[in-house]
């Protein structure tokens, strides 16, 4: 059971809420909001008060109205806080508060000390206790999906205001990146389709095959060749001078010179 009150017209539409009991107070500290502002009666046990501010407000928004409503209602609803005068409230961001396995149903505590502020109450006011009472009610709300609601709600949000800004501006969006991406692809293979094409229609003509140079002999082959040419040069002097006429009669040891063709023999 939680229990809803609003505050001051004065002071703004706001709503004050709390849990029945510290059961309830365990689900407010899972579920809470970036908004939310907790209140405390500092060193005495107490009700777990929150305050949810509007979407974009601070802590330091909060009026001293406002504060004063929920000072009193956490006093009002603390056994030994509300019998006694001066006493002090604490109040932080529900982002502040820390919870740790090893602690009781219902116990927290905070991040950061000096992230906590301190309210001197000094007695209770039954005018500002009594009208918050008056708009006092009870509901059992299912605080988990109260919460992912908001969170879809927002983050849909997001999405058409990021989206609104990229039209503005005519940024592309993700479906024409992708479609971009996808034509790009197409074209790449298309375009290697047509070189393999080329390729393979070249090698079928047989053109470039004999040019030199696609068919530079190697090493070996041109030693051979070389070889052959000379044979056949030698080869073909030898028949010359065997058909010379005119021959010297001078020896050169047993060759004998062919003034013809000046070639031994």
């Known amino acids: 059971m939680v229990f809803y009150f609003k505050s001051r017209p004065e002071a703004g539409d706001y709503t004050i809420f709390m849990g029945l009991d510290k059961y309830e107070n365990e689900e407010l500290i899972k579920y809470g909001f970036i908004e ?15 305050l949810r501010l509007q979407k974009g407000q601070t ?9 004063e409503d929920c000072a009193q209602l956490v006093k009002a609803n603390s056994i030994q806080g509300n019998k006694v005068n001066n006493i002090d409230v604490v109040y932080t961001p529900w982002s502040n508060l820390k919870k740790t396995p090893s602690m009781d149903v219902g116990q927290v505590g905070f ?11 000094e007695k209770r006011i039954n005018e500002i206790v009594n009208r918050l009472n008056k708009t006092k009610v ?26 609104e800004k990229h039209e503005s501006k ?6 024409d990146i ?17 070189l393999e ?5 070249e090698i079928r003509s047989y053109k ?28 073909d002097k030898k028949k010359e001078n065997a058909n010379c006429r005119t021959k010297s009669s001078s020896n050169v040891g047993e060759m004998n010179f062919c003034n013809r063709c000046h070639g031994f023999y």
Not at 59 to 67: A, H, K, M, V
Not at 111 to 121: A, D, G, I, L
Not at 217 to 228: A, H, M, T, W
Request: glycine share 4%; with cysteine.
């Open 36 to 50: 939310d502002i907790w209140f405390h009666v500092d060193k005495m046990s107490s009700a777990h008060v929150y």
């Open 170 to 175: 005519n940024y592309p969006t993700r479906f």
């Open 138 to 163: 009870e509901r059992k709300p299912d605080l988990k999906a109260e919460k992912e609601a908001v969170y879809a709600a927002e983050k849909t949000e997001r999405k058409l205001q990021l989206r």
């Open 178 to 194: 992708g479609c971009v991406s996808l034509w790009f692809k197409r074209k790449r293979r298309e375009e290697l389709q047509r």
């Open 59 to 67: 802590i330091d928004d909060i009026s001293e109205g406002l504060l």
């Open 208 to 235: 470039g095959l004999m040019l030199p140079d696609t068919c530079r002999p190697s090493k070996k082959g041109v030693f051979c060749y070389l070889i052959r040419v000379i044979t056949f040069i030698d080869f």
């Open 197 to 201: 094409k080329e390729r393979l229609a």
């Open 111 to 121: 991040h950061n000390s000096k992230m906590v502020r301190t309210v001197r109450v």
